[in-house]
């Protein structure tokens, strides 16, 4: 296992050679899957005029080829490496796929605002099934994920469904202070994935070129990531965790343990 950056400096790293040829194919085939048969959850994060990117979510317990790669990959190990954690509980797969010519970037933001956990010992794999030149890949702002949060909104609209307005700070101007603010990330080759803190800031551009970019990332909750119960309703939603009180370890079917 080849590591580029560091996790616990940086939010992030680039793993090199995570996933052999054939656990490729198991993670193209829980794509194509979910391609296939999207869930109610699912939507379109550009506009009409612009390609198509597409997310989906929470699919693993229908999809047998989802939770195949999930369970029989070695994604949950270097989770728990990455994150010193003894123990590793899945959180939620997603799917995220743009295919040729689409514009829209994925804006800066952090993950862990629209989620209803807390903690630090989170790790989630961006893992391309398609070459990914640098210019299209996920990118960060290396130490955001010591913190603060900042406002989360919709992707499209900048809409503030979440936290009230004016309860979290907006997102400085990271390009105005590159020195202060350094941007890391990583051209990818298949086999190559990316794990990183739920609450390092990070965003991609669009796609360009003729490739499709199919990725299937997996978000890991290691040893003090607990549950943090919110007012509204958290993306992905979750719903029926009512037994589960704040503060708890995520001991609930939806988030099963996968290492050791």
Known sequence: MILEGDFARDGAVCVRGAFT???MAMATEAIEANLADLSPRALRASAADDGAFIED???????PAMERFIRQSPAARIAAELT???????????????????RQPTPWHQDQPYYNVDGTQ???????????????????????HR????????????????????????????????????V?????????????????VHGSGGVSGPNRRRVLSVRFLGDDMVHAPRPWTTSPPFPG??????GAEMDHPLFPRLHP
């Open 241 to 246: 965790l009512d037994s589960l009180p704040a």
């Open 122 to 144: 989170s790790a989630s794999m961006w893992l391309p099934v398609d070459p990914v030149d640098r210019s299209s890949a996920i990118e960060f702002i290396a130490g955001t």
């Open 57 to 63: 979510f929470c699919n693993w317990n229908r999809l």
């Open 147 to 182: 913190g603060p949060w900042f406002m989360p909104r919709t992707f499209l609209d900048a809409e503030a469904r979440w936290f009230p307005e004016g309860t979290l700070a907006e997102p400085p101007d990271f390009a105005a202070d590159p020195e202060r603010w350094p």
């Open 21 to 23: 040829a054939e656990e």
């Open 84 to 102: 010193g954690s003894q123990r590793i509980r899945l959180y939620h797969d997603h799917v995220l796929v743009k295919e040729p010519g689409t």
């Open 184 to 200: 890391i990330g990583w051209a990818l080759d298949p086999g190559d994935a990316v794990f990183f803190n739920m609450v390092v």
